[in-house]
């Protein structure tokens, strides 16, 4: 019976199936050394310029989304149901360890129009504070890239374990301040109040944590590049940047809306 796996039903340099016992000529075996091999393709390697191009498209996809919620500026509602959204995509990606397009650019979308939403109240509020916030965020990143690439704060694992651990206690802190106002204290443990000192201390924290997530982030595409991680890795990190620039805009845009008289 004849085989079904090529490597056994080769076909000499004649092009003819070889008889049992049949010797082959030099020039047969040539071509049997020269006839292309069958192993699978290998998975290209994610570069810096694959994170690059993915970042910009989350970025793309949270600002356009992020304009047409600021024009149209539908109910808050909306922007409580784009942040669940959001939020699966990311527990999908971040515990699901699953990643691609449709995913990621989900996530920016619903980011998108929950940051919209929120942008365009502070701007009611505090006109002229959003530009100010994209300008920050902007110098914040830029300042971040250059720490990374002079190499002046190396990120080491004790480095990943303190960022790490002072994230999850600034959401602890949020969200032991959201029950508190659910229960009727008013401004909460004053984290948010911006007649209380603890908020100007609490938003610089949250934004040096921002930053230093970003320094993680960095980190993490330069490793990946150097360990020869698969092309989809490109995701994870692209999906970690905008993560981090929506934690700093935020945060910046609500530390200078202290500064910033009502209109």
Same mark, same amino acid.
């Given at each position: 019976?004849?085989?079904?796996?090529?490597?056994?039903?080769?076909?000499?340099?004649?092009?003819?199936?070889?008889?049992?016992?049949?010797?082959?000529?030099?020039?047969?075996?040539?071509?049997?050394?020269?006839?292309?091999?069958?192993?699978?393709?290998?998975?290209?390697?994610?570069?810096?310029?694959?994170?690059?191009?993915?970042?910009? #498209?989350?970025?793309?996809?949270?600002?356009?989304?992020?304009?047409?919620? @600021?024009?149209?500026?539908?109910?808050?509602?909306?922007?409580?149901?784009?942040?669940?959204?959001?939020?699966?995509? @990311?527990? !999908?990606?971040?515990?699901?360890?699953?990643?691609?397009?449709?995913?990621?650019?989900?996530?920016?979308?619903?980011?998108?129009?929950? /940051?919209?939403? /929120?942008?365009?109240?502070?701007?009611?509020?505090?006109?002229? /504070?959003?530009?100010?916030?994209?300008?920050?965020?902007?110098?914040?990143?830029?300042?971040?890239?250059?720490?990374?690439?002079?190499?002046? !704060?190396?990120?080491?694992?004790?480095?990943?374990? =303190?960022?790490?651990?002072?994230?999850?206690?600034?959401?602890? #802190?949020?969200?032991?301040?959201? #029950?508190?106002?659910?229960?009727?204290?008013?401004?909460?443990?004053?984290?948010?109040?911006?007649?209380?000192? !603890?908020?100007?201390?609490?938003?610089?924290?949250?934004?040096?944590?921002?930053?230093?997530?970003?320094?993680?982030?960095?980190?993490?595409?330069?490793?990946? /590049?150097?360990?020869?991680?698969?092309?989809?890795?490109? @995701?994870?990190?692209?999906?970690?940047?905008?993560?981090?620039?929506? @934690? !700093?805009?935020?945060?910046?845009?609500?530390?200078?809306? =202290?500064?910033?008289?009502?209109?």
């Amino acid at each position: 019976m004849e085989s079904r796996n090529p490597a056994f039903s080769r076909r000499g340099a004649f092009g003819q199936q070889q008889a049992p016992g049949h010797v082959p000529t030099p020039q047969q075996l040539q071509g049997m050394y020269d006839a292309p091999s069958y192993a699978p393709p290998a998975t290209r390697r994610m570069t810096v310029d694959d994170v690059v191009v993915r970042g910009f #498209l989350m970025l793309g996809t949270l600002v356009a989304t992020g304009a047409v919620a @600021w024009v149209l500026n539908p109910p808050p509602i909306v922007a409580i149901v784009s942040l669940i959204v959001g939020l699966v995509c @990311w527990a !999908i990606m971040t515990f699901g360890h699953r990643v691609n397009a449709p995913l990621a650019l989900g996530f920016a979308a619903a980011y998108g129009v929950s /940051v919209g939403i /929120v942008s365009h109240a502070y701007n009611q509020f505090y006109n002229g /504070v959003v530009l100010q916030a994209v300008v920050g965020t902007a110098l914040a990143f830029a300042a971040m890239l250059a720490v990374h690439a002079l190499k002046i !704060i190396r990120v080491t694992p004790k480095l990943v374990r =303190y960022v790490v651990a002072a994230g999850f206690a600034l959401l602890g #802190l949020m969200l032991v301040n959201v #029950l508190f106002q659910v229960f009727g204290v008013a401004g909460g443990i004053g984290i948010r109040d911006p007649g209380s000192p !603890i908020a100007y201390v609490f938003s610089v924290v949250a934004i040096l944590v921002g930053c230093f997530f970003l320094l993680l982030d960095f980190a993490a595409v330069e490793e990946g /590049v150097a360990a020869g991680a698969p092309e989809k890795f490109a @995701w994870y990190c692209a999906f970690g940047l905008t993560l981090s620039l929506v @934690w !700093i805009y935020l945060e910046m845009l609500r530390f200078l809306s =202290y500064f910033s008289g009502r209109d």
